[in-house]
């Protein structure tokens, strides 16, 4: 279970996180869309150990991890734009995961595999196309053998028409892996592509949702309603 509990967060008088919970449960892709400004970034630094919340808890596997680094969350994460080091192969971006005694060589086999990624590894991610480099960032994620997955925005670089590609095999490996996983976007036809729940974030708090449409008109009409 990856789950948040009551997070709240200000800086200065601003009130950005007020009271936010939500649960992802195992075999579980949870899409959580919002606005920009709607308090999504927040949220995933404090998921992922950059930041710490003013009141709450955070909860991967069973375990408190508010107060733990990142690097000890065992939460596999991958960023907007891939976040790959420019000067290191795919191989060694891949290894990078495994610092810190997560993951092992088996795990780092069974991710390159499971991408198809094994005529890459010597490449750079220079040499990528935006699909291959959202690949080698969500291989770098499993080889460390998460508990939890964290996706923000993971394939921003990759145009519409190989996303139809893309995101049916992120999500079919994700299902694979039966563990918990939030995934974060603002595209709602990417939204009902990848995901098996839904959850809207709007002026700080998290509410579940049935559908992406019914997230993206309840954004419209905040939209108008804020006079946007």
């Known amino acids: 279970m990856l789950e948040a ?14 009271g936010v919970s939500l649960e992802v449960k195992p075999g579980e892709i949870q899409v959580l869309i919002g ?5 999504k970034t927040t949220l995933q630094r ?17 375990k408190d991890v508010t107060s733990s680094l990142p690097e000890d969350r065992l939460l596999g994460y991958v960023p907007q734009n891939t976040g790959l080091f420019r000067h290191l192969t795919v191989r060694d971006n891949i290894l990078y995961s495994l610092k810190n005694g997560r993951g092992s060589e088996e795990s780092f086999r069974e991710a390159v595999e499971l ?13 990528l196309s935006g699909g291959y480099k959202s690949r080698v960032a ?5 080889a460390s053998s ?19 590609y893309v995101l049916p095999l992120f999500r079919q490996i994700l299902l694979q892996l ?17 995901g098996t729940s839904y959850s809207i974030m709007r002026n700080g708090v998290v509410e579940g949702i049935a559908s992406p449409e019914e997230a ?3 954004i419209r009409q905040q939209a108008r309603d804020s006079g946007e």
């Open 5 to 18: 509990k009551n997070l709240h967060k200000s800086f200065g008088s601003h009130h950005v996180l007020k």
């Open 35 to 39: 606005l920009n400004g709607s308090g």
């Open 46 to 62: 404090i998921l992922t150990g950059i930041l710490e919340p003013d009141e709450g808890k955070v909860s991967i596997g069973g």
């Open 115 to 127: 991408l198809d990624l094994e005529s890459y590894l010597d490449w750079r991610p220079t040499q």
């Open 138 to 142: 969500l291989a770098r994620a499993l």
């Open 146 to 164: 998460p508990r939890a997955m964290l996706l923000d925005e993971p394939i921003s670089e990759v145009d519409r028409a190989k996303k139809e």
């Open 178 to 194: 039966h563990i918990p996983v939030l995934y974060i976007t603002h595209d709602p036809w990417e939204a009902g592509e990848i």
């Open 216 to 218: 993206f008109s309840v």
